[in-house]
């Protein structure tokens, strides 16, 4: 079965800092997706960035940049030049092949909060 | 393009109501999904619709039913309520449910407090 798991529960920093987030999965497919997500205090999960599984390349978008290993099934995240408007509870998820069409299977989640 | 809409926000319900929640996609995604979160057991997957069909579900009591109309608006409908069903309700719109590959686009999501 699918798990995903974010071990750290809550990261504090001040502003202008980096942040990364850990992301461990768990899949027998060979072919899924992981995403990250945001959810700042107004509850809407807000869609960040999406990655493939047979395309491990890493890419940076803005100040959001991410590390996927499948080599040791992680999918890490990294905020850099944190912002007060990064403060948000970010979760890992992990889709499957088609058999579990749309299903999304997601990780604990990590608060972050950035200090000014 | 206007996002995924959830009514009512809020929602306030006794222990033996039951509770009916709408969601509507984004305009020309097909796919609904929702998820249940509350602070013991995170987010978890409810179910799936596709084409007024369900496509998958998790695992919940079948208290919790839905159903999907033809222009891909959803309804979530829990029946017999239980402290436990305090939650927020979330619902997802997606273009297509493919292989899972779809980007999955949240709405403002539904707060329940059952009393």
């Known amino acids: 079965a699918q798990k995903v798991t974010q071990a750290q529960t809550e990261i504090s920093v001040v502003e202008k800092e980096d942040v990364t987030l850990d992301c461990v999965y768990e899949?027998?497919?060979?072919?899924?997706?992981l995403f990250w997500y945001k959810q700042p205090p107004s509850g809407e999960l807000v869609f960040l960035i999406r990655?493939?599984?047979?395309?491990?390349q890493n890419e940076i978008s803005g100040r959001y940049s991410w590390n996927f290993q499948k080599s040791t099934s992680s999918f890490n995240f990294t905020i850099t030049a944190s912002q007060v408007v990064d403060s948000a509870v970010y979760f890992c998820?992990?889709?499957?092949?088609?058999?579990?069409?749309?299903?999304?299977?997601f990780g604990g989640g990590t608060r972050v909060l950035v200090k000014p | 393009k206007a996002g995924v809409t959830q009514t009512p926000r809020y929602l306030i319900k006794t222990r033996g109501q039951q509770v009916t929640l709408s969601c509507s996609p984004i305009?020309?995604?097909?796919?609904v999904s929702w998820y249940q979160q509350t602070p013991g057991q995170g987010l978890q997957f409810l179910f799936e619709?596709?084409?007024?069909?369900?496509?998958n579900k998790g695992n919940f009591p079948g208290r919790f039913s839905g159903r999907q109309f033809s222009n891909s608006r959803s309804e979530m409908n829990v029946s017999t309520l239980e402290l436990g069903d305090s939650a927020l309700y979330l619902c997802?719109?997606?273009?297509?449910?493919?292989?899972?590959?779809?980007?999955?686009?949240f709405g403002p999501g539904t707060r329940l407090l059952v009393l």
């Open positions: 997802a719109s997606s273009l297509n449910p493919t292989s899972g590959e779809e980007t999955q686009y």
């Open positions: 899949t027998r497919d060979t072919t899924y997706y």
């Open positions: 990655r493939n599984s047979f395309d491990e």
């Open positions: 998820a992990l889709s499957e092949g088609k058999a579990a069409g749309n299903k999304l299977t």
């Open positions: 305009s020309g995604h097909r796919s």
């Open positions: 619709y596709f084409s007024e069909t369900q496509r």
